[in-house]
C-alpha cells in the first residue's frame, strides 16, 4: 500500500516539474524562436534531476541538497545542452535562451520543492504523514538503529 502512495506522488511530482519546466521553456521563448528542442531539454531536464537524486524521499534531505541538486543539475544540463547546439551546429539557438531556460526551470523547481517540503514538515509536526517503528531488543545494534532513526 506505501509502496503504490510512493509511486503515485512520484510520478505526480515528475509530472509537476515537467510542467514547470514547460513554462520555463515558454517564459524564455521570445528570446528563442525556436520550438522544436522542447522535447530534446524535458528529456535531459528530468533525466538530470531523476540521476541527481531528487525523486527519492524527502524525509532526510536538507532544503540545502535539494537546491544544490537542482542547481547541479541545471548548471550540468546548460553545458550537455550547449554541446548538443555545437556538435549538431544549431546556430539559430541563443546561448542566452539556454541558459535562460534552464535557469528558470531550475527557480520554479527549487520553489515547488521548497514549498513541498515545508508543507510536508508541518503535516508530520501535526502527526500526519508518519510512521511508525517497532522496534524488539535492546542490544548494541537496536540502540544504534535507534540512534540512527532518531
Not at 53 to 67: A, C
Not at 96 to 119: D, H, P, Q, Y
Request: charged share 15%.
Amino acid at each position: 500500500m506505501l509502496k503504490e502512495h510512493i509511486s503515485f506522488f512520484r510520478k505526480l511530482e515528475m509530472l509537476a516539474d515537467l510542467v514547470l519546466a514547460i513554462i520555463a521553456f515558454y517564459w524564455g521563448y521570445p528570446y528563442a524562436g525556436y520550438t522544436p528542442i522542447l522535447p530534446c531539454f524535458l528529456a535531459i531536464w528530468m533525466m538530470l534531476l531523476y540521476f541527481s537524486g531528487m525523486y527519492e524521499s524527502f524525509r532526510v534531505k536538507n532544503v540545502s541538497d535539494i537546491l544544490l541538486d537542482i542547481w547541479s543539475a541545471a548548471f550540468v544540463g546548460i553545458g550537455i545542452f550547449g554541446s548538443a547546439a555545437y556538435l549538431f551546429k544549431l546556430e539559430d539557438l541563443s546561448r542566452l535562451f539556454v541558459i535562460f531556460i534552464f535557469f528558470g526551470a531550475a527557480v520554479l523547481i527549487s520553489a515547488e520543492k521548497i514549498t513541498a517540503l515545508v508543507f510536508l514538515r508541518q503535516l508530520r509536526k501535526r502527526g500526519y504523514n508518519f510512521r511508525n517503528i517497532l522496534l524488539v531488543g535492546t542490544g548494541p545494534r537496536a540502540q544504534q538503529f535507534i540512534r540512527l532513526v532518531e
